[in-house]
């Protein structure tokens, strides 16, 4: 079920008036957004509930084990079955034709004539991210940074919160399984937030990613011509510009459908394209994701704790694997081994070439960032790297001749929108949205509700799925 | 923060706002609309699946949507057939699927415009990828699709301001904004294209009044088949072995278990009538079709009932012309045995 349709809002209408009744006490309630959260996931794919269901039992038996076990080598057994589950689940799912296909090419290259068929299985929607989140519970519970979830209703509702399933926020044990031993209400300007950044989510998905910029991405990266210099920067700039808003949207409705209910999800993301380099940028774009990226991958593999080579190994590796978490594509590992060279090469400088961040070079440099990472994105939207070739070529002119495919209004538009982005981000990235608001005046905020809600109701379309649902 | 006083500003901006959006547009004529999308036409196709041999489907392109009344088909044979025809589209993947598909063997009307029938079987080209893409929705939709479809329904038909036309007639905030033009850096060649056809919930449609009334709209319509009829002279030749070949390997097989088709040749009149008969020959097209399916087919030309006909934008009847069309039409059917189990008399 999308948050931007029909049925989602007579879904949410349905499970806030069944919450907020005194119908169930609060284990019953409980139960329902269990149960509403089976029917949200199960509305698109009935069958596909199987996969939650068995990666719920297994951690929670692993979890229930880990709590107890003190013996290491069976805790590391638990550990390795729980990882082996969920990860084979995303590996079957999501990486089997991609593994299948690189092996095929490998042992071709050999001359054996290796055929395969594609088994042409349905990805689950939204399998990176919940597997992500039961994994964090298992691993810190084997680490002993967590406690076990005091019941299995409480650990089975933390796999499976509808406002967060399907793509994020991930979000850590601590954080939202401790939320539900306590009955929950929002209070009244929680749940008229909750309202507020519910229209927020859907602006950013509804307008400004499919009505303004989408059509402008698919002209230019579904072309198979060779592009002139602006068309290949206005559809890489409009990418940059839907993948956040769409993104963005989606956690800003997560966050704001939970809050409708009293439950707190951390933010993901802080006003990225305004970010000073590529640190600062992954603590500000997916946040969720790349805490988990540093915390159960980048950590273990050592960190800075063990000398220049590791660090920077660690944080290639975490890099790569971050981009092919995104998608079972070479292009996603070339889009994350761009953002590892790009972390490596700014701690190089920070060594070698230090400077102060003052408030001129701060936005030359917010630039420069904004800049590069839309350079990844290129690979991040090409299907195949013949199209990210020639983007690229294109964009650094260096294709004579290019063809124009976008009308001078298209340019105009992307330009207006994703200069208006950054800027938005570059005087937002010290505050929040919450700081902002409650120094306007409820004209201010109303003034501005409405334009949202209106926009939204006269753009809103056949509801586009979000594009992190492929993940 | 006073999110309560902001919440009643901003409902209250937004009533008003809405309303006057919705009075806008009627003001401008426009009237509540159903949009003709796949999840309208996959209810439809979800009917083949209980549909029994009595059961009537018809498919081709728009020419069968315009042309073939539900309405009057029901009242001559006591059958509503089930419309399963889409515009600019091939009526091959269509039948491809139910042929495949489905166990249906009752009749099929394959609806046969020669420009896209035989165009091509290419997957990445329109008169291809449009049907199959409706196919393809049918069988991947989920529950919340269909969920989604029927609640927009009433709102549908409730508000102007929902509907889904593209182009020069479309009101969404996309199209809006789509329609403005600054410079000529690019230039859209195609000429703006009305939607000249009103659906219902069975997917009965029925030309516009203005189409027939207003001369200027018409000829925008026929600029634009004209734009296509260029595109198609200087594109690649129609495939007429491939598409032949595909499809006559589906007739045999819904043949083989019991099903009939039948062939139709709607009208079409004026320079496009001129381009067909140029570019897609009669003898060497339709006739070699008819010959080789050894069906039941039917060519408006070949009788005089049809001889007055003219399409008011040269390539679909106007809402009186098709009831006229449909009545006629299966009379001459069933005159010629072409339709069985009929529930009348």
């Known amino acids: 079920m999308l948050f931007n349709s029909l049925s989602f809002v007579v879904f949410l209408i349905i499970v806030l008036a069944l919450y907020y009744s005194k119908i169930f006490n609060w284990n019953g309630k409980k139960r329902m957004l269990l149960f509403a959260s089976y029917v949200f996931y199960g509305l698109w794919n009935p069958p ?32 390795l079955l729980s990882m082996f589950v969920n990860l084979g689940f995303l590996t079957f799912f999501k990486y089997r034709d991609f593994l299948l296909d690189n092996f095929t090419a490998v042992v071709n290259t050999y001359g054996y004539g290796y055929k395969t068929k594609p088994m042409d299985i349905i990805l689950p929607m939204g399998i990176s991210f919940y597997t992500f989140q039961t994994m964090s519970y ?80 698919d002209t230019v990266y579904g072309s198979d011509k060779i592009l002139n210099f602006w068309d290949a920067w206005m559809g890489t700039l409009a990418f940059s510009g839907q993948i956040f808003f769409d993104f963005a949207g989606y956690s800003t409705c997560a966050i704001g459908i939970a809050l409708l209910l009293g439950i707190v999800l951390p933010d993901n993301f802080k006003y990225p394209y305004a970010s000073l380099g590529f640190s600062d940028l992954w603590k500000r774009w997916h ?4 805490s988990w990226l540093r915390d159960y991958l980048y950590i273990p593999l050592g960190g800075n704790r063990h000398g ?33 060279t790009y972390l490596i090469l700014e701690r190089l400088q920070r060594q070698y070439i230090p400077f102060k961040i003052t408030a001129w070079n701060g936005m030359f440099l917010a630039f420069t960032t904004f800049t590069c990472v839309n350079i990844t994105w290129v690979f991040f939207r090409a299907r195949k790297f013949d199209t990210a070739w020639n983007m690229i070529k294109s964009m650094f002119y260096m294709q004579a001749d290019g ?49 949202m809600f209106f926009l939204i109701v006269i753009a809103q379309g056949s509801g586009e799925q979000f594009i992190y649902f492929q993940f | ?13 937004f009533v008003v706002a809405i309303s006057s959006w919705e009075f806008y547009w009627r003001s401008q004529g426009l009237c509540p609309t159903l949009d003709d999308n796949e999840a309208l036409w996959a209810v439809q196709r979800g009917r083949v699946e209980k549909a029994t041999n009595n059961d009537i489907l018809l498919m081709g392109s728009s020419r069968v949507l315009f042309d073939m009344q539900l309405n009057e088909w029901e009242a001559e044979t006591g059958i509503r057939p089930i419309q399963l025809a889409s515009v600019g589209s091939s009526p091959l993947p269509i039948f491809h699927d139910v042929v495949n598909n489905t166990s249906f063997n009752g009749t099929i009307v394959v609806g046969v415009t020669p420009g896209l029938f035989f165009s091509t079987t290419s997957p990445e080209a329109q008169p291809w990828q449009w049907p199959q893409s409706k196919v393809d929705y049918y069988k991947k939709r989920t529950y919340a699709q ?78 634009v088949w004209q734009f296509f009829m260029k595109g198609a002279a200087s594109g690649p030749p129609p495939d007429k072995a491939g598409t032949m070949a595909f499809f006559l390997k589906d007739l045999e097989i819904f043949k083989a278990r019991g099903g009939h088709v039948i062939l139709v040749r709607c009208p079409s009149s004026g320079g496009l009538r001129q381009g067909e008969n140029m570019g897609l020959p009669r003898a060497e097209f339709w006739d070699d079709l ?16 049809f001889k007055d006909l003219y399409c008011p934008e040269w390539s679909h009847l106007s809402s009186k012309d098709a009831q006229y069309f449909t009545t006629e039409l299966v009379k001459i059917m069933k005159a010629d045995g072409a339709l069985t189990n009929l529930k009348t008399n």
């Open chain 1, 138 to 217: 298992t691993i810190d519970m084997y680490l002993k940074r967590t406690e076990r979830a005091k019941t299995f209703l409480d650990f089975a509702l933390y796999v499976t919160f509808f406002p967060q399933l399907v793509a994020g926020p991930i979000v850590r044990a601590q954080d939202l399984i401790s939320q539900f031993y306590e009955e929950k209400r929002a209070t009244v300007n929680q749940f008229l937030w909750g309202l507020f950044l519910l229209t927020l989510g859907l602006f950013q998905k509804v307008v400004m990613a499919d009505t303004l910029l989408s059509d402008t991405v």
């Open chain 1, 308 to 340: 220049v080579v590791r660090m920077y190994s660690a944080l290639m590796i975490t890099m790569l694997l971050g981009g092919l978490w995104h998608g079972a594509a070479w292009t996603f590992i070339v889009w994350g081994g761009l953002h590892g």
């Open chain 2, 146 to 223: 269909i969920a989604n479809h029927y609640l927009s329904l009433p709102l549908q038909k409730n508000f102007v301001f929902l509907s889904d036309d593209q182009g020069i007639d479309g009101i969404k905030l996309k199209e809006l904004v789509g329609k403005i033009n600054v410079g000529n850096r690019v230039v859209d060649p195609m000429p703006p294209f009305h939607e000249f056809g009103e659906i219902e919930l069975d997917r009965n449609l029925k030309m516009k009044p203005i189409t027939v009334t207003d001369t200027a709209y018409a000829n925008s319509i026929i600029k």
């Open chain 2, 1 to 13: 923060m006073q999110l309560k006083q902001s919440l009643i500003i901003a409902l209250t901006i």
């Open chain 1, 403 to 451: 063809e124009k495919i976008l009308d001078t209004f298209t340019i105009i538009k992307v330009s207006i929108v994703i200069g208006l982005l950054f800027l938005c981000h570059w005087f937002m990235r010290n505050t929040s949205l919450k700081e902002v608001s409650l120094k306007k005046s409820p004209w201010a905020l109303g003034i501005i509700w409405a334009i």
């Open chain 1, 48 to 79: 596909l509930v199987i996969l939650l269901w068995i990666s719920t039992a297994v951690d929670w038996v692993t979890g229930k084990k880990l709590a107890v076990e003190e013996d290491k080598r069976k805790r590391l057994y638990w550990l």
């Open chain 1, 287 to 290: 946040i969720t994701l790349s």
């Open chain 2, 290 to 305: 008819v010959k080789q399916a050894q069906v039941k087919s039917y060519h408006f030309e070949d009788y005089d009932q």
